[in-house]
T-cell receptor, first 115, second 109 residues
Framework: IAGITQAPTSQILAAGRRMTLRCTQD?????MYWYRQDLGLGLRLIHY???????GKGEVPDGYSVSRANTDDFPLTLASAVPSQTSVYFC??????????????FGPGTRLTVL | GQNIDQPTEMTATEGAIVQINCTYQ??????LFWYQQHAGEAPTFLSY??LDGLEEKGRFSSFLSRSKGYSYLLLKELQMKDSASYLC??????????WGAGTKLIIKP
């Protein structure tokens, strides 16, 4: 693989169910990010990780959790999905989050619908 | 607080020139990114400005004025494939990318 992959591509989920969105990158980037994108609101940061073993909260972290056990993987978990979590979720990575030039590379996105 | 302002939508004609403006207010500043996003796809990098002035890259140019908190993306010789959303994103003092809601550009023949 080259770049960032996300799985699943899309998912319909019943409210209250647990769901993990997967994200894998093969660029050996230190930093990874999870965003949600809703119509008219742009990209909003959910959680981020500056390096393997560390995570941080973004603008809209409630209802989501992440882990960063290694450099390549950064899964996002919805413990108990609610309809307001219906959105398109993008995973991104960058070489470093702590430098002025940290171009972010995006995965193809996961379209999640919570009913 | 942090705030990014871009027009919601713009329309232009194929072959013409269009300028997409972005004003920002952030806690500190470490440069500004422009990304392009086609409908249903992921954002892709277009440009990065950290110093004042114009950066030219083929048909696309990006301008920055740090004192005015202002940037624009200039697209020349518009093509139908340029129909997309354009996202402005300054880096704040913590190197967090603060995204604007994006400008949807519609190109008409």
């Amino acid at each position: 693989i080259a770049g960032i992959t996300q799985a699943p591509t899309s998912q319909i989920l019943a409210a209250g169910r647990r769901m993990t969105l997967r994200c894998t990158q093969d660029m050996r980037h230190n930093a990874m990010y999870w965003y949600r994108q809703d119509l008219g609101l742009g990209l909003r940061l959910i959680h981020y990780s500056n390096t393997a073993g560390t995570t941080g909260k973004g603008e809209v972290p409630d209802g989501y959790s992440v882990s960063r056990a290694n450099t390549d993987d950064f899964p996002l978990t919805l413990a108990s999905a609610v309809p307001s979590q219906t959105s398109v979720y993008f995973c991104a990575s960058s070489d470093s989050s702590l430098s002025s030039y940290n171009e972010q590379f995006f995965g193809p996105g996961t379209r999640l619908t919570v009913l | 607080g942090q705030n990014i302002d871009q027009p919601t939508e713009m329309t232009a004609t194929e072959g013409a020139i269009v300028q997409i403006n972005c004003t920002y207010q952030t806690s500190g500043f470490n440069g500004l990114f422009w990304y392009q996003q086609h409908a249903g796809e992921a954002p892709t990098f277009l440009s990065y400005n950290v110093l004042d002035g114009l950066e030219e890259k083929g048909r696309f140019s990006s301008f920055l004025s740090r004192s005015k908190g202002y940037s624009y993306l200039l697209l020349k010789e518009l093509q139908m494939k340029d129909s997309a959303s354009y996202l402005c994103g300054p880096l704040d003092s913590n190197y967090q990318l603060i995204w604007g809601a994006g400008t949807k550009l519609i190109i008409k023949p």
